[in-house]
């Protein structure tokens, strides 16, 4: 069964600070890696779709990368309008046509 | 060009009754997904409509039904419901391409209480 585990489940930074989180999976043929952004009470706004190993994709302070084991999402000088939990989410071959598994998420908060 | 919308926003509702939830995806969009999230949890599948046919089912029982309709909108039925129902109900359109992957866009949600 697929299964995607993040880390850590809450990170606090300063404004300015970088940092990364990750998102493991176990998955029997990945076919594609999402990461999305929640904020409170709202639904997910996507980011980033990842397709396979050593793939990496940037949009403005954040860069997504991918391995086979893994994928981190890293945020470079963030600043607090990022704060928000980013879910991390994959597509097996074994979820059939488009089913989602996420991971419970990483709470961010940027304090200035 | 309009995203995801759901209806109603919010819903209270005591245990035993149904409620119906609405959705209409993005335009163009022809696959309908509906995931239930509890506090502090991430999305879980519920299921998934395509040519207004149910194509999969995550683990869920069958008090959770849905449908599809022609123009593609879909709706989500709960029968009998339970305290632990109580979550954010969120809908995601897609495009199917011939069951390949494809990103999933999500509406604002519908948060379910129930009493």
């Known amino acids: 069964e697929d299964q995607v585990t993040q880390s850590p489940e809450a990170l606090r930074l300063q404004e300015g600070e970088s940092s990364s989180l990750n998102c493991s999976y176990t998955?029997?043929?990945?076919?594609?890696l999402f990461w999305y952004r929640q904020d409170p009470g709202k639904g997910p706004e996507f980011l980033f779709t990842?397709?396979?190993a050593g793939e990496e994709k940037e949009k403005e302070r954040l860069k997504a990368t991918l391995t086979k084991k893994e994928s981190f999402l890293h945020i470079t000088a963030p600043k607090p309008e990022d704060s928000a939990t980013y879910l991390c989410?994959?597509?097996?071959?074994?979820?059939?046509?488009?089913?989602?598994?996420f991971g419970t998420g990483t709470r961010l908060l940027v304090s200035p | 060009d309009a995203g995801v919308t759901q209806s109603p926003t919010h819903l209270i509702k005591t245990r035993g009754q149904q409620v119906t939830l609405r959705c209409s995806p993005k335009?163009?969009?022809?696959?309908v997904s509906w995931y239930q999230q509890a506090l502090g949890q991430g999305p879980q599948f519920i299921f998934q409509y395509y040519e207004e046919e149910e194509r999969q089912r995550g683990n869920f029982p069958d008090r959770f039904s849905g449908h599809q309709f022609p123009n593609y909108s879909s709706e989500l039925n709960v029968n009998a419901l339970l305290l632990g129902d109580s979550a954010l109900y969120l809908c995601?359109?897609?495009?199917?391409?011939?069951?390949?992957?494809?990103?999933?866009?999500f509406g604002p949600g519908t948060r379910l209480t129930v009493l």
């Open positions: 989410a994959v597509q097996g071959d074994d979820t059939g046509f488009q089913k989602l598994v």
């Open positions: 995601a359109s897609s495009l199917a391409r011939g069951g390949g992957t494809d990103t999933q866009y």
């Open positions: 998955v029997s043929g990945l076919r594609g």
């Open positions: 335009s163009g969009h022809d696959t």
């Open positions: 990842l397709y396979s």
